[in-house]
């Protein structure tokens, strides 16, 4: 069946089958080449350490919107798009507070399931009309997961919006975080059924023109709604633009992205994760390192984009997509890597900078 082996296809096979258009460079210019927040001295060590992980492939480095660093180690251009994975979940969030901005979505806590009651199962649970748009973003509608050990079945299934909806409750809509790829399926569908557009189109027209970065396309289910939370290919720069609109609280070169309200409320902890112990919000992670709030997007591998605002900086990973980096603490090492690495060598410059200006020194 032509549509099965569509969306089997691995990422990467289906950008090579998609054209020159889908493996086209970004249009966007690198940013800015500087040392004007740090010495690249400072960085020396981290550059070092960061190569000895042989699965990480890019680590981009920005703070206050200069790039302090960009390197390759392995593996495709930094302006060529790769698979981030489950960070396409941080992306998806993004698209659903600019459908609310929209008014094509009333708010979070608009019951989800009414706008996909053409796919619910006969004889629903009633605890389904209770998922909220919320729900789905912070992982607590409550359904038993679909990622995981169950994200095989689940993309085998004919229709994978009916299967999510049809899976039991384990627990209460609101309850504990049920990390699901499947909840922000859903709102690939939501998001398809009220603009009457593709979430492909819509992440193109919503943030690909005013972040003038490429939206490849990406795998799509039986019905053909783009999958909502993997899978999506961005280059490490486009990620790069995208974390730096977050960190600008949803302005792009003096352009509206993202409203702020969004920002805020997507960084605001709503519940934590089991495996982790991070906060999450609506699509993104929070932990600390030291005075610092992070937040992150994480996909599987070690597709990462991290933002810490208080040091006006914005750091890309990218990784091996088909090694595992949660259970074998390779994550824990990227976040060592930022944590006791990246931010010391540029809280170290900012303090330097403070110290030789004017006000500096005063008490």
Known sequence: MRVALH???????????????????DR????????????????????????????????????????????????????????????SKTILSALVGIA?????????????????????PPDPDPRLGRITIGHLLSMRAGLERTSGAN?????????????????????EPGGRMLYSTGSTHLLSAILTRVSRDSTLDLA????????????????RDPQGIYLGG???????????????????????????????SWVKASWEPRTASPFTGDSYGYGWFIRQAGDH?????????????????????????????TAPSGRTGYVRDLHALLANGIIP????ARDDAAAASPAGGRS
């Open 7 to 25: 969306f089997a296809l691995p990422v990467c096979l289906a950008l090579a089958l998609s054209g020159p258009a889908a493996l086209a460079q």
């Open 230 to 260: 993997n899978e999506m290919a961005l280059s490490p720069r486009a990620l790069l633009r995208f974390g730096e609109m977050y960190r600008q609280g949803g302005m792009i070169d003096g352009r509206r992205v993202v409203p702020e």
């Open 100 to 120: 609310i901005e929209k008014d094509l979505l009333d708010g979070v806590d608009q019951p989800a399931v009414a706008l996909l009651d053409r796919s619910a």
């Open 293 to 321: 709030t992070i937040y992150y997007a994480w996909g599987y591998g070690g597709q990462m984009l991290y933002v810490v605002p208080s040091l006006g900086l914005t750091v890309v990973m990218t990784s091996d997509p």
């Open 345 to 348: 060598a540029v809280s170290g």
């Open 204 to 219: 193109r027209e919503w943030l690909g023109k005013p972040l003038d970065i490429d939206v490849a396309a990406w795998t």
């Open 151 to 171: 994200y095989g079945r689940w993309i085998e299934s004919p229709n994978w919006v009916r299967y999510v909806l049809s899976r039991p409750f384990v627990d």
């Open 28 to 87: 966007a210019s690198p940013p800015a080449q500087g040392t004007a927040s740090a010495d690249p001295a400072r960085l020396s060590p981290v550059l070092e350490r960061a190569r000895a992980f042989p699965s990480l492939r890019t680590l981009i480095i920005s703070q206050n919107g200069t790039v302090l660093t960009e390197e390759v180690f392995r593996g495709p251009a930094a302006n060529r798009p790769v698979n981030v994975k489950s960070a």
